[in-house]
């Protein structure tokens, strides 16, 4: 029965992280976007976050976005430098083509830096992706 199951493979849904500048606080933050290069919208798209690492670990964060228009992104969270050193973990659950689509991204602790900075698609901005 299980091998009747299609799971759908997420393909051109992307996250990033890209260092701001805010102008409220005059401080430049790090910020988290969900990038859809896909050609058609995704829809009901929920973000859950989390930190973690062999000793800590941060609390679940969950993020309705809702519709992302295709060729498009949406800003999910601020992280704070601190998280930086730990494991970040973005679940993404989304409706695309009738099908329910999920995928586990995460960026490794210490690789959200501006070394490893690099052209992100849809957004005009270099940032730190993770496909």
């Avoid at 896909?38 to 976050?49: A, N």
């Avoid at 704070?80 to 009738?98: D, H, K, Y």
């Avoid at 992100?120 to 496909?131: S, T």
């Amino acid at each position: 029965m299980r091998k009747d199951i299609e799971i759908p493979r997420v393909e051109n849904v992307y996250i990033a992280v890209v260092r701001e500048w805010n102008e409220e606080f005059l401080a430049r933050d790090w910020n988290s976007y969900i990038i859809n290069d896909r050609d058609t919208p995704i829809e009901m798209v929920l973000v859950v976050t989390k930190g973690y690492d062999k000793d800590r670990k941060t609390s679940l964060l969950r993020h309705g976005i809702g519709t992302i228009a295709a060729k498009s992104s949406a800003k999910i969270e601020m992280l704070q430098e601190e998280l930086l050193a730990m494991n970040n973990e973005f679940s993404v659950t989304f409706f695309a083509e009738g099908k329910l689509f999920d995928k586990k991204y995460v960026f490794k602790k210490n690789t959200i830096n501006e070394n490893a900075f690099q052209d992100l698609p849809v957004m005009d901005q270099k940032g730190v992706l993770v496909k």
